[in-house]
């Protein structure tokens, strides 16, 4: 394919300075090799739509149809690869269209802008994602359900400060994080509840004077409606974007303590778990070193979320309209999803795959740990909680002492088994998240 002569923008004025073109394109035409696909997609779409109004004819729209699904498949070959010889998506896909059908694939631009245009195909990339997403963290979800499945009886300290607290159980800890990655499963699908609206046919936000069919093409994509104030649709430019990054977040924070918990049982003072040398790496001079790089660069993530957040609510603070300036809101968008879904991925594998130390868990339950099972126990035999509570503290360091921690332990096991963990509850929530 021949390199373009001019933007879809010339009008055969003077030429913008090479500079300020490379500086006004910046990595977009990178970034949207992302974007493409759906921007094809959305394109085909449009070209339909345009038929049924009569702007096209049936020939043409049959030979546009067929151009966009030529160049969609050598995309998804790998054969056609967007780079330097075009300043963005949007351009490619015209000069493809002109130069395989002439005076026909010049048509195919009729009654968009490129600002609805990257609209749509962001909107479509988001919808994507958080399915994904979704998806991610069912898949967490699940790997730390089945693994609490077979832990239910495997007592350890539960910590608060950091400092020993009372008996729980492995199990309990993993239904936890279970529990809030499903929860995060539903933040993702109200984020693409409230973006699934096709703002394609809004233009350059003020719509155009042909009478579009808006929701013939909005059906034909798979959105619920139409987005329908054209200036709407531009002022949600980045507003959209932002709330699918904090949707990603959301699942990033969960990953991270999640991350954290292991990294720090992990450590030779806790010992409670082993990371598989598969998600380990060494050390470049110290022999006897296993790093637990995947665990630390997933604690990482949130991060890289939070960032982007920041750049595009900065770039909200703008007046109605499109500027130029919401064209930064695809590189921090992009890179998140990138980044934090690869991260999501692989911790199902993590979890299922942990080495336990049963021995070194229950050896962390000291007497002292029992205090509150005891003065609970006091309670409901009638002294009142706070009595109890005064006379186990009083006691701690004799009655505890005498109690058999095998006999305090079983029976705290006991109580905090699959049933009083919820873990059928869970379960059944997982399933009807999927669907099953």
């Not at 499963?185 to 155009?208: I, K, N, Y």
């Not at 778990?273 to 637990?292: C, E, F, H, Q, W």
């Not at 890289?304 to 595009?312: K, P, Y």
Request: hydrophobic residues 45%; contains cysteine; glycine residues 8%.
């Amino acid at each position: 394919m021949t390199r373009p002569s001019r933007p879809l923008w010339d009008k055969g004025q003077a030429a913008l300075d090479v500079a300020a073109q490379r500086f006004c394109a910046g990595d977009d035409v990178l970034l949207d090799r992302a974007l493409l696909p759906h921007d094809l997609r959305a394109s085909r779409a449009h070209v339909a739509g345009l038929a049924r109004i009569g702007v096209l004819t049936d020939h043409e729209s049959a030979q546009l149809i067929a151009g966009l699904d030529e160049l969609a498949g050598l995309v998804a070959r790998g054969a056609f690869i967007l780079d330097d010889r075009f300043e963005d998506g949007h351009s490619a896909i015209e000069h493809f269209l002109g130069e395989r059908l002439g005076e026909v694939g010049r048509k195919v631009h009729t009654g968009r802008s490129r600002n609805d245009q990257v609209l749509v195909a962001m909107r479509l990339y988001l919808r994507e994602q958080l399915a994904a997403l979704a998806d991610r963290c069912l898949d967490l979800a699940a790997a730390c359900l089945a693994r609490a499945d077979a832990t239910t009886d495997l007592a350890m300290p539960g910590y608060t400060h950091l400092q020993r607290a009372v008996p729980t159980s492995f199990a309990a800890l993993l239904a936890g994080h279970a529990e809030a990655q499903l929860d995060d499963v539903e933040v993702a699908r109200a984020a693409a509840r409230s973006l699934d609206a096709c703002p394609l046919g809004t233009a350059a936000g003020h719509g155009v004077n042909l009478p579009l069919d808006r929701d013939g093409v909005a059906r034909e994509l798979g959105f619920s409606r139409v987005q329908v104030s054209p200036v709407n649709a531009q002022n949600s430019r980045g507003k959209h974007e932002l709330l699918a990054v904090q949707a990603l977040h959301q699942a990033l924070l969960d990953l991270r303590r999640l991350a954290w918990d292991l990294s720090l049982f992990a450590t030779a003072e806790f010992g409670f778990v082993r990371l598989p040398d598969a998600y380990t790496t060494g050390s470049s001079i110290m022999p006897n070193k296993r790093n637990p790089d995947v665990v630390e660069l997933l604690r990482a993530l949130p991060a890289l979320a939070e960032g982007a957040m920041v750049e595009l609510s900065a770039l909200l603070s703008l007046p109605s309209g499109y500027h130029r300036d919401l064209q930064a809101s695809k590189a921090p968008t992009l890179r998140a999803f990138e980044r934090g879904l690869a991260g999501l991925a692989l911790a199902p594998a993590l979890v299922a795959s942990l080495e336990l130390d049963p021995a070194r868990m229950r050896a962390a339950i000291d007497p002292a740990l029992h205090a509150t099972d005891r003065a609970i126990e006091l309670a409901t035999a009638g002294i009142p909680f706070r009595d109890a509570y005064q006379q186990v503290a009083a006691e701690l360091h004799s009655t505890l002492q005498d109690r058999s921690p095998e006999h305090s332990l079983h029976a705290r096991v006991s109580l905090g088994g699959a049933g009083n963990l919820g873990l059928d509850r869970l379960h059944a929530r997982l399933a009807a998240l999927r669907g099953d």
